[in-house]
C-alpha cells in the first residue's frame, strides 16, 4: 500500500533562521501558531506534482468519457485521423 510521506515542519521562525541553508528537497511545512501557514518545496519537485496532477485530471476526464459511452474503435480513430490529414494511404 502507498503511504503518504509527511513533510518536515518548522515554525515561521524556524524557518527565518533556516532560509539560507534549508533543504527543501522534501516538502517543508512552515507554521505560525502552531496553524499550516505555507508549503515551501523544490520548483523541480512543484513541476513534477504539477504534471502528475494534470495527467491524474486528463485520466479522470478519459474514465468521464467511457462511462458516458463517447468512445470509438481502433479503425474509426485511424479512419478519422486519415480523414484529418488527408492522408490516402490506410493507417491500419
Known sequence: MY?????????????????????VNEPVLVTQNGEPLYV?????????MQE?????????????????GRVVSRDELFKGLAEELGADDDLN
Not at 40 to 45: E, F, G, I, T, Y
Open 3 to 23: 503511504t503518504v510521506k509527511r513533510p518536515r515542519v518548522t515554525t515561521v521562525s524556524g524557518f527565518k533562521k533556516e532560509i539560507a541553508t534549508m533543504d
Open 40 to 48: 515551501v518545496q523544490d520548483p523541480a519537485q512543484y513541476e513534477a
Open 52 to 68: 502528475q496532477m494534470a495527467m491524474l485530471k486528463m485520466i479522470a476526464l478519459a474514465e468521464k468519457d467511457v462511462r458516458a
